[in-house]
């Protein structure tokens, strides 16, 4: 079994184990990333778009990220494990994360969010296609 598909197969397994407790997206992602052994390197709200309301993601070893995205309509969370050709954005949204709230305020992530969630989309691991996993939370 490769690595992404072992990582991909324990992602799945931590996003059902939190399915079906009462937490907000930003705490079910945090549970996610301790639950598979990742490290949460952000969790952003996306404005302006149609199908995605938030996306976070988790860091793997070996280079490689697990994507949490939540539908527009906040039913369920889409998710995949991507390699390191996504690094400049998450590195882009991770710094955001990581500042004080008072610099966030006086920063815009929606941009990165909404080019990170463009670019997942163009290599196919966005809403409807079959490499993205579907799970009502």
Known sequence: MAVDELNLMVLQMA???VRSLSLSFAEKAAEIATRSRGSLLFDVRIDGDA???RVA???YHGGQFGV???DGHGLVTHYCIVNGMFSHYIAALESWHRMPLSMQA???ANGN???FVAALRDAGHMLG???MARVHL
């Open 51 to 53: 199908q995605v309301q």
């Open 57 to 59: 993601a988790i860091r």
């Open 15 to 17: 996003v059902e184990s």
């Open 106 to 108: 006086k920063m815009d």
């Open 113 to 115: 969010a909404r080019l």
């Open 129 to 131: 296609t079959l490499h």
């Open 68 to 70: 949490l995205a939540l």
